[in-house]
Nanobody, 124 residues
Framework: QVQLVESGGGLVQAGGSLRLSCVAS????????VGWFRQVPGKEREFVTA????????DYVDSVKGRFTISRDSAKNTVYLKMNSAKPEDTAVYYC?????????????????WGQGTQVTVSS
């Protein structure tokens, strides 16, 4: 069993930056890919980015490419999401999730453990 806890969300002005953290406990996730998703009320959970177990392969949805960076520190069992040049459309609850294996997917079904989410609000 693994527990994931996100932190770092909050209110930021458009153009600003935030860094989200996802800390795993109870079991390691160093052998697994990890993803970040986001969700706004009334919409489906949307893939944002993911990182391979080794940290050297990443994937980003087009809307965040060049602005967001995912990274991981396996020694700390932590995955980060650095959000730069934030836009109002980035406003959502952000969730981290552990992949079912070493490869990652853009589909929520590809992940078996989820955090509780952290709210990010970008004001215009």
């Amino acid at each position: 069993q693994v527990q994931l806890v996100e932190s770092g969300g909050g209110l930021v002005q458009a153009g600003g930056s935030l860094r989200l953290s996802c800390v795993a406990s109870g079991d390691t996730f160093s052998s697994y890919a990890v993803g970040w998703f986001r969700q706004v009320p009334g919409k489906e959970r949307e893939f944002v980015t993911a990182v391979s177990w080794s940290g050297d392969i990443t994937d980003y949805v087009d809307s965040v490419k060049g602005r967001f960076t995912i990274s991981r520190d396996s020694a700390k069992n932590t995955v980060y999401l650095k959000m730069n040049s934030a836009k109002p459309e980035d406003t959502a609850v952000y969730y981290c999730a552990r992949s079912r294996g070493s490869l990652f997917s853009r589909l929520p079904q590809g992940y078996d453990y989820w955090g509780q989410g952290t709210q990010v609000t970008v004001s215009s």
